[in-house]
């Protein structure tokens, strides 16, 4: 009987090694967190002493995270790599946070039966797996199974006295704080003052003869007896917090989170939002609601009052916003910056004794006997079988979430672009990942290209991104107008931040690029596509950084593993003599309070009674509420069990182009096939088809009978470009139980030819013609287009300043443009820049004409009166504050020869203005099908004067030999001539003035006006088309 308690522990320890150690190859890489700590550890494994790196946010500091489980990590990467080292570190997690079970388990329970179980219940516990396989959190979990280690050193310390375990648990505490900041913090409150009060309540005990006679002036007696030992730890703790990770202090009172909270899904009403309540409260406790009752009631015993107390708050602060409780208790700042997950990791985790206590009891101990005589041996087994079933049910179900919800994108790999970043020194410039998720630490942990983007959002400092309630831009478009908006400013300016290449993983970006003056550079091995900037400056050879004191840094390198060695010392011979029993122990004060609970215990049967009874009936009303979930659940998401079921159900797989599921809600006697639908969908492309994603959709039956209903559908579609909303009117046809859509009929236009031919001029740019290493040479550079701005003015718009003009391409090769403008005061201070965004077209052939507008955009909700809206507007614009009044203006044009997206064959035909409604037809005569057609219309005066520039996207593309009609609104605006001097304005560093005086000497305004159409009023308007070729061959 006394090696019992060190075979639980070791099969716990050798099932949780084998478990969880073959599940991190297949789970640590796709989590949330791993690879951001594998990207720290890749710092410290090449810059050990250096606190800034630069690859993220234009350079952070380091100091903003506890270095410890990272210098780890970083170490033993020196043996077999950072993933070597991160699953390494992963598995000594494991360990840890099994034997800390199994010894707060034993503080706890006094049991050491009670402790293995509990030990072998953590492997499967299903917080501990959602935190490692779903998370990722190794910091998280390093720290607070360091913590249960120190919290039987901490009792010791405070019921003897000796100084022994004062060392003891300081030196683990000292691990834990290097570990994880905010564990040790919370820690102090939910676990460490707990285990004081039980202290306290184990010595007044002493002083009486049962628990009963323990009155509050008993308690507060012993409370005083304890004193001197919880003030000298109380201040050693506090101590070894601010010194351990001192420059974590300092680094944040220098640089306090100012930045817009990030919306997380543990804040969340979970009873709305019922996914948040699925990943952050029902996965982690799990079978553990089952019984609480029996947590609370033991934790409410006198003897753990205060863990009772402390189990509340944890229970209620998990349930994230469902109530107004945790926002009231924590305070909007600290509610709207912690994830409040963490609560009821630590709320799961603290029930774990009493979890294995009573799966002791219930396997071999009273319970068993209990139940066994009063209802029989079967039910027991009966009983026993399904609450395994669920504890082993919920843990594979965790375990493997990610395949049925992936959070993550598929694997990428980053050879393939860390080679182009190597290459032709494309590492001069920064780059921007998009779509590639949590990954992007793992790109910049292989190269020491640098990106604006991040993902450790507390490093953030630029504004575009502190302003917004944004996490990374690469998943910018799950954040809606907040990530499309801070995007789109990095896309329009990027020589801001030296932004050069973009790498796309997602489709979805592609518009926002094009329009914003990006080209394509092809496709990667990988499969990732590569945009480029034309023009954009490389990065200065010296990049500054914040100074930080030699003291700071050296204690940083220094202290967080000095800890563990300290601890190592110090502890390790303890530890595993207490935890496997290789020696007769001597018992821990703490074993005296050990209750019998074993089969031949005598225990009050009418508490067992009440207890059964109690337990039932909570797990009627759990199971009756799991089951009334499922029932609504079912009548919310049935697909065919009503008309509004099917079309919600027929637009969700339209929007995730499950085309076969989309097909199966058609009727089936209609006489479409699944090849012909599939067909359909394949030739139907542009923003609508191929960008969109649907925001909200609302169904109205506008007529139904027992077979039969007419509806209309009115959705809003997300794009990168613009909000569409439609509306479809539907027939609906009932088939025995199942309702189904009638399907429509296709579009029956044709186009003429079977064969089409075209002629056209291509052009392509060798770059080095000759393969060296060196600076590029100087005949192998291209002269830059010449380009005339034909006019430009500054104009006030409802308060708002904007400069509009045209340029033309006067040169004989394609010209990639870029337009800046900068507004000045009376005292040319320069107020606003900004770029020209998508009212323009950023590619000219020889001899075209655009149309411009420069607004200057301001960064969104920076003041705390701001807010930012509930739903997505990707048409949200944002005007800068000025700190002057503009009176001038200056442009800078600049052009690079350009050989890609040069489609023009798109023309508009048929114009026709009637009732302030411009009508056109769009004809495609060529060989490329244009995805997505841009209009710019351009207002004048009766002086043929530019007034406003607009621009509208259209929906639908336009096919090879088809024509689409174009139905627009025209809408002008009333402006103020603030200035028309171009006296400064510079095309490629040249004035325009001159570049006009000697190309086009000559020039006839005049001509240029053929294109402008007479309007009512007096004014005249120009159309002009850009498009974007999705699939260009």
């Avoid at 405070?158 to 030196?171: Q, V």
């Avoid at 630029?462 to 990374?472: C, D, G, K, M, V």
């Avoid at 590619?843 to 909700?861: D, N």
């Avoid at 949200?876 to 000025?882: H, V």
Wanted: charged share 20%; net charge neutral.
């Amino acid at each position: 009987m006394k090696n019992t308690p060190n075979r639980y522990l070791i099969i716990a320890l050798l099932i949780g090694v084998v478990f969880h150690g073959f599940g991190i190859f297949f789970t640590l890489e796709g989590t949330y967190d791993a690879l951001i700590h594998l990207f720290f550890a890749d710092h410290y494994a090449s810059h050990w002493f250096e606190p800034w790196n630069y690859s993220w946010y234009t350079g952070f500091t380091v100091m903003g995270y506890p270095p410890l489980v990272h210098q780890a990590i970083a170490i033993l990467s020196l043996i077999g790599g950072l993933k070597f080292g991160m699953f390494t570190v992963a598995i000594i997690g494991v360990i840890l946070f099994i034997t800390g079970v199994y010894r707060f388990a034993l503080l706890i329970t006094a049991s050491a039966h009670a402790a293995g179980y509990a030990a072998i219940l953590a492997v499967f516990s299903s917080s501990f797996v959602e935190t490692l396989h779903i998370f990722g959190q190794l910091p998280s979990i390093i720290g607070v199974s360091i913590l249960m280690h120190a919290l039987p050193e901490i009792y010791l310390w405070l019921t003897s006295g000796k100084k022994k375990y004062f060392l003891t648990s300081l030196s683990l505490l000292a691990v834990t704080v290097c570990s994880h900041h905010v564990t040790p913090i919370f820690g102090m409150v939910f676990f460490i003052f707990p285990l004081i009060g039980m202290a306290v309540m184990d010595e007044a005990r002493t002083r009486v003869n049962t628990m009963k006679e323990i009155t509050f002036p008993v308690f507060l007696k012993a409370f005083f007896r304890l004193l001197k030992r919880m003030i000298a730890f109380g201040f050693s703790a506090l101590f070894l917090i601010i010194v351990c990770i001192l420059p974590y202090w300092i680094n944040t009172k220098n640089n306090p989170i100012t930045q817009v909270p990030i919306p997380h899904g543990s804040r969340d009403n979970f009873l709305e939002i019922t996914s948040s309540g699925l990943v952050f409260f029902l996965i982690p406790w799990g079978i553990l609601l089952l019984l609480m009752p029996y947590f609370f009631y033991r934790y409410y015993s006198k003897r753990y009052l205060f863990f009772g107390l402390s189990l509340t708050m944890l229970t209620i602060l998990g349930t994230g916003g469902t109530t107004p409780i945790p926002k009231i208790i924590l305070g909007d700042n600290a509610f709207n910056i912690l994830t409040l997950d963490r609560f009821t990791l630590w709320g799961s985790i603290m029930v774990l004794p009493l979890f294995g206590e009573f799966a002791y009891r219930f396997a071999e101990g009273d319970y068993k006997t209990f139940l066994s005589t009063k209802l029989g041996g079967l039910y027991h087994r009966i009983l026993a079988g399904i609450l395994a079933g669920l504890f082993l049910g919920t843990t594979v179900f965790t375990m493997t979430l990610n395949n049925f919800r992936p959070s993550q994108p598929d694997p990428i790999n980053m050879l393939p672009i860390v080679n182009f970043l190597n290459q032709d020194q494309h590492y001069k410039w920064r780059f921007l990942p998009l779509g590639f998720g949590d990954q992007i630490a793992w790109l910049s942990a292989q190269t020491d290209a640098m990106t604006v983007d991040g993902n450790y959002h507390s490093a953030r400092r630029l504004p575009e991104l502190t302003s917004r309630a944004i996490e990374r831009l690469e998943n910018s478009k799950f954040r809606g107008v907040e990530g499309i908006g801070s995007l789109q400013q990095f896309l329009t300016v990027p020589e801001k931040y030296n932004l050069k290449y973009v790498f796309s993983n997602d489709k979805f970006y592609d518009p926002i690029l094009y329009f914003a003056g990006w080209q394509r550079l092809g496709l990667l091995e990988n499969g990732i596509m590569v945009w480029e900037k034309l023009g954009v400056p490389p990065m200065p050879e010296i990049i500054p950084k914040d100074d930080i004191p030699v003291f700071l840094i050296l204690m940083w390198g220094i202290i967080p593993l000095l800890t563990v060695l300290i601890a190592f010392v110090i502890n390790i011979q303890s530890i595993w003599i207490r935890a496997l029993r290789s020696k007769k122990p001597t018992l821990p004060s703490y074993m005296r309070w050990r209750l019998d609970f074993s089969a031949a215990a005598k225990t009050s049967n009418k508490r067992k009674r009440l207890l059964f009874l109690i337990a039932h009936g909570y797990g009627v009303i759990v199971l009756f509420c799991f089951a009334f979930g499922i029932y609504t659940f079912y009548l919310k998401n049935a697909d065919q069990i009503a008309p509004q079921n099917v079309l919600e159900a027929y637009f969700d797989a339209i929007d995730f182009k499950e085309l076969e599921r989309a097909y199966s809600y058609f009727d089936p006697k209609s006489d479409k096939s699944l090849d012909q639908f599939m067909l359909e969908f394949a030739v139907t492309d542009g923003l609508l088809n191929s960008y969109a994603k649907l925001d909200a959709i609302e169904i109205d039956i506008t007529q139904k009978t027992d077979s039969s209903a007419l509806a209309t559908a009115y959705a809003k579609w997300i794009t990168p470009l613009e909000r569409i909303p439609t509306q479809e009117d539907f027939e609906l046809v009932k088939r025995g139980p199942k309702w189904y859509v009638k399907p429509k009929n296709p579009d029956l236009d044709l186009p003429p030819d079977q064969l089409i031919t075209s002629n056209a001029t291509d052009f392509y740019n060798h770059g080095r013609r000759r393969i060296t290493s060196e600076q590029t040479y100087h005949e192998d550079i291209l002269k830059q287009p010449v380009l005339e701005v034909l006019s430009a003015r500054l104009l006030k718009v409802n308060g708002d300043y904007i400069i509009v003009g045209e340029i033309q391409n006067i040169d004989n090769v394609p010209a990639d443009v870029s337009v800046k403008g900068t507004l000045y005061d009376a005292q040319d201070l320069a107020l606003a820049t900004f770029n020209a965004k998508y009212e323009m077209k950023h590619k000219l052939m020889p001899k075209e004409i655009t149309s411009f507008k420069v607004e200057f955009e301001g960064t969104a909700w920076v003041k705390p009166d701001e807010h930012a809206p509930l739903t997505f507007d990707p048409e949200q614009f944002t005007p800068i504050e000025l700190e002057g009044k503009p009176v001038t203006f200056d442009l800078h044009v600049s052009a690079n020869v350009a050989n890609t997206d040069l489609y023009k064959s798109v023309v508009v035909n048929d114009i026709r203005i009637e009732d302030e409604m411009l009508q056109a037809t769009l004809f495609n005569p060529g060989t490329q099908q244009a995805t997505i057609p841009q209009v710019l219309l351009s207002y004048y005066d009766a002086a043929h004067q530019l007034l406003w520039v607009d621009h509208h996207f259209l929906k639908e593309g336009v096919r090879q030999q088809r024509k689409q009609e174009v139905h627009l609104k025209l809408q002008p605006k009333e402006t103020e001539l603030i200035s028309a001097r171009m006296q400064a304005i510079f095309v490629n560093g040249l004035s325009n003035e001159e570049i006009a005086r000697k190309v086009i000497p000559n020039r006839k305004s005049t001509q240029q006006y053929a294109t402008h159409i007479a309007l009512k009023n007096g004014g005249y308007l120009k159309v002009e088309l850009n498009n974007y070729l999705g699939n260009p061959r």
